[in-house]
């Protein structure tokens, strides 16, 4: 099993819709969340990052983190064709470098 | 454009060859990580290094080995190449070691083994 799990989709929703984006996983140690954005032959870019529970709101997107459940979740309100991508979670551990565990992606299209 | 810098784009090689991938990180950035990305098992943690020095270590295959040199840039070395090494290496850089800092990823050198 795979320390964080991600749908990988494809999600098709049409412009204008709330796409949610969720990861859930399994290893209570990790402390902070991010959520990178991938577009096609792109490395990926750097989105939301909380830290702890809680949620983070930055324009159309809102990071939810709820570590009860170990469950991360990205909501993109009034969704665009230019969010069509691939949206990976993170996470990291306190300490211990930098590694951060990637979920596998989620590829979203956003039709017009 | 990130700031990071990979190069090549793209490369193509035989089984058993061994190619360098290389990495000049965002101006300022003192970390270097390097993930391997591939269809089936997503992004994964190679190697970091800070200012030089290895600080963290994932499972990075015995034919790879990395370095960060003193102008910060860093290369990846691949050796024996299998098919099964064919995939996106992205280098992607920050300020510290093991901060609360985002990285900031290169647009990857993609490796085929043929």
């Known amino acids: 099993q795979k320390e964080v799990e991600q749908d990988p989709g494809p999600l098709s929703v049409p412009e204008g819709a709330i796409v949610s984006l969720n990861c859930t996983y399994s290893n209570s140690a990790f402390q902070y969340f991010m959520w990178y954005r991938q577009y096609s032959r792109k490395g990926p870019e750097l989105l939301m990052y909380t830290y702890s529970s809680g949620n983070k709101e930055d324009g159309r997107f809102t990071a939810q983190v709820d570590k009860s459940s170990k469950y991360i979740s990205l909501f993109i309100r009034d969704s665009q064709p230019s969010d069509s991508a691939t949206y990976l979670c993170a996470m990291r551990l306190t300490g211990g470098g930098n590694k951060l565990t990637f979920g596998t992606g989620t590829q979203l299209k956003v039709e017009l | 454009d990130s700031g990071v810098t990979q190069t090549p784009k793209h490369l193509i090689t035989a089984t058993g060859q061994r190619v360098t991938l290389r990495c000049s990180p965002r101006?300022?950035?003192?970390?270097v990580y390097w993930y391997q990305q591939s269809l089936d098992q997503g992004l994964q943690f190679l190697i970091q290094y800070y200012n030089g020095e290895e600080r963290a270590k994932g499972n990075i295959l015995e034919r790879f080995s990395a370095q960060q040199f003193p102008d910060l840039h860093s290369e990846l070395n691949l050796s024996s190449l299998e098919l099964g090494d064919s995939a996106l290496y992205f280098c992607a850089s920050s300020v510290g070691g093991g901060g609360m800092d985002g990285y900031t990823f290169g647009s990857g050198t993609r490796l085929t083994v043929v």
């Open positions: 101006s300022g950035d003192l970390s």
